[in-house]
């Protein structure tokens, strides 16, 4: 099945259905793979890395850490596009503009926290690394707030109905997650696998909503008979 589903899949014909609304969708469905595989090899690469025990923030003091800068660079950027998107592909209930705005802020937050490296643990407190901590603590109640928003958008979109209970369950998780982030003791031996956690929910959420943002666009322009 899965090899019948390669051989329809055309490349050219794809990319040829894409106009300025698939392609902000696609920065959406690139953004969050990006991140994850810097992650990936940014702490492969480090012998002593544990993914579950030491923080996201920690390894971009590694050697390699530059790679997963790039990724967030990257997905800050990507998903600030991909809100653009959003807001050009949804009916617009009370408090879309708002969410869509936080959706932005969300991936600036993102940006910075690639941009300005944490400090290392006991060492003295920099403004690069006091701008890290508050961009990671801001971007966690920034998704919060983004997807709380959107759910009357979600709910009064037929195309986009669909979206509207795992959305609420991301937004009920998310919320959780955030909350209980202030209170984990410093010897906590699973902190990395508790902050993955965190933006994995965050990021593939984003995932899912651009994927079926991307569809919708070349769906549309299929059936407007633009692509032959």
């Known amino acids: 099945m899965a090899k019948t589903l ?5 490349p050219q014909r794809f990319f040829r259905a894409l106009d300025m609304r698939g392609i902000l969708a696609l920065s ?9 595989v810097a992650d990936v090899i940014a702490a ?3 012998p002593n890395y544990d993914f579950v025990r030491n923080s996201i923030s920690s390894l971009a003091l590694t050697s390699m850490g530059w790679i997963q800068t790039i990724g967030f660079l990257a997905i800050g950027l990507l998903i600030e596009i991909f809100a653009a998107g959003l807001f050009l592909n949804m009916r617009r209930k009370p408090g879309f503009g708002l969410s869509i705005a936080l959706l932005a802020f969300f991936g600036f937050g993102l940006l910075l926290i690639g941009a300005f490296r944490a400090d290392p643990v006991g060492g003295k407190i920099t403004v690069e690394g ?13 998704f919060f707030f983004a997807v ?3 759910l009357p958008s979600l709910k009064g979109d037929f195309l986009w109905r669909g979206m509207f209970h795992y959305t609420v369950v ?5 919320l959780v997650l955030v909350i209980g982030y202030p209170f984990l003791p410093g010897t906590l031996s699973w902190f990395g696998l508790y902050e993955r956690v965190l933006i994995g929910n965050a990021i593939v959420w984003v995932e ?3 994927i079926r943002l ?7 322009r299929r059936e407007a008979g633009r692509v032959v």
């Open 28 to 36: 959406g469905v690139v953004g969050p793979l990006v991140l994850v």
């Open 148 to 150: 709380l928003l959107l």
């Open 130 to 142: 006091a701008i890290h901590v508050a961009a990671s603590k801001a971007v966690l109640w920034l």
């Open 6 to 10: 390669f051989n329809k899949f055309n």
């Open 170 to 174: 991301t937004s009920v998780f998310s």
């Open 214 to 220: 991307l569809i919708f666009t070349v769906r549309r």
């Open 208 to 210: 899912v909503v651009a």
């Open 44 to 46: 492969i690469s480090q």
